[in-house]
């Protein structure tokens, strides 16, 4: 269950958490024609808060709606003031942000005429996402029985809801047959990403991960790649198949859900030592560091806010 707020942005203004509804009418119900965002913020170790990545999640935002060929009614600037605007409102010093931007009611066609183009941005508190204890010790997934789009199919680069069907099928198999979470391929057979991660894998001390080109570019995954050139590791963005991952020494997952999520199995066959590897605990000791704004060199990253 979502732990709730007192109140959510919606369509320009602040209203209680229990009214901001829809009509069962809504184009985006019944066709998917919406895109959305995931946004952390943090609570910093000087008691301040910030937002991770802001500016470029509200960008990605209002490109997932270009792709859509949705007439975004905000600038990428009002949703960094709204989202922020939400966050005070609802005294969140740290808290998981959800901007949602969907096709309403009227036409109810498959073409969504002139339906007004509805904005929401909910905030509310939420831990890890795959556990904190599969932060430590890593989680054991299966490769999906279900490819992940073609670029042709749906628009990977798109946040969009209706790809996440994709998503919601993958994940309830692994969840399923017991595993937390599923690497997808693409239709190439080629490794793509999580139901809502992108992947990494270490062999040799060297960081591979699959080109961005058919995955949703993810900020986290931006980040890491940042961090672990800083570091001095050489990442290398590839075409990978499952079998690497099999014999890789370290494979983890990451997302602004996720944040670095190490793997620990995969299809039965252990990865490593069978626990988060030193590169996965390096990488995620110094991500957190950042999100808590403790390294100034990543300061750029950081949207700050206050909350009384
Ligand atoms: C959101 C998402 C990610 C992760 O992106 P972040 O910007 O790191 O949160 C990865 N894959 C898919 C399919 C996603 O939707």
Known sequence: MVQQSE??????KLVPWADANVHVLTHALHYGTGVFEGIRAYECSDGTSEVFRLREHMERLVDSAKILGLGMPYSAEELV???????????????????????????MGVHPGDNPIRVCIAAWFWGAYLGEDALEKGIKVRVSSYNRHHVN?????????????????????AVRDG?????????TGHVSEGTGENIFMVRDDVIYTPPASGVLGG???DSII?????LGYEVRETPIGRDMLYVADEVFFTGTAAELTPVREIDSRQIGE???GPVAKLLQTEFFKIVKGENPDYEQWMHRYEVK
Do not use: H, Q
């Not at 966050?87 to 096709?103: D, E, Q, S």
């Not at 940042?226 to 800083?230: K, Q, R, S, V």
């Open 7 to 12: 109140t959510i942005w919606f369509d320009g």
């Open 153 to 173: 199919v749906m628009m990977t680069k798109s946040k969009a809801c209706g790809n996440y069907v994709n998503s919601v099928l993958a994940k309830m198999e």
């Open 274 to 276: 069978g626990k988060a």
């Open 226 to 230: 940042t961090l672990a050139g800083d």
């Open 81 to 107: 003031a709204a989202a922020e605007e939400v966050l005070v409102a609802n005294n969140l010093k740290g808290a998981y942000i959800r901007p949602l931007v969907f096709v309403g009611e009227g036409a």
């Open 179 to 187: 595993y937390a979470e599923a690497v997808m391929l693409d239709t």
């Open 219 to 221: 900020l986290t995954r």
